[in-house]
C-alpha cells in the first residue's frame, strides 16, 4: 500500500484510516485473542457492506 509509485496510495490510505477509526470506536480496541479480532472485523465489514446496499 505505500510503496513508492503505487498510484492509488491516498485514496488507500484514506479508507484504511477511516475503518479502523469506526472500528476501534465501535468495538473498541481489546480482544481477548486473535479470532476474537477477526470475527469483529469481519461483522463490522459486513455491517458497513450492507448498511452500503442500503443507500
Known amino acids: 500500500m505505500s510503496k513508492k509509485g ?7 490510505e ?3 484510516g477511516w475503518f479502523i477509526q469506526k472500528f ?3 468495538f ?3 480482544f481477548e485473542n486473535k479470532e476474537n479480532f477477526y470475527y469483529y472485523s469481519k461483522k463490522f465489514s459486513n455491517i458497513y457492506n ?6
Request: net charge positive.
Open 24 to 26: 476501534y470506536k465501535t
Open 6 to 12: 503505487f498510484k492509488h496510495n491516498a485514496p488507500t
Open 50 to 55: 450492507n448498511l452500503q446496499q442500503i443507500k
Open 14 to 16: 484514506s479508507l484504511n
Open 28 to 30: 473498541g480496541n481489546r
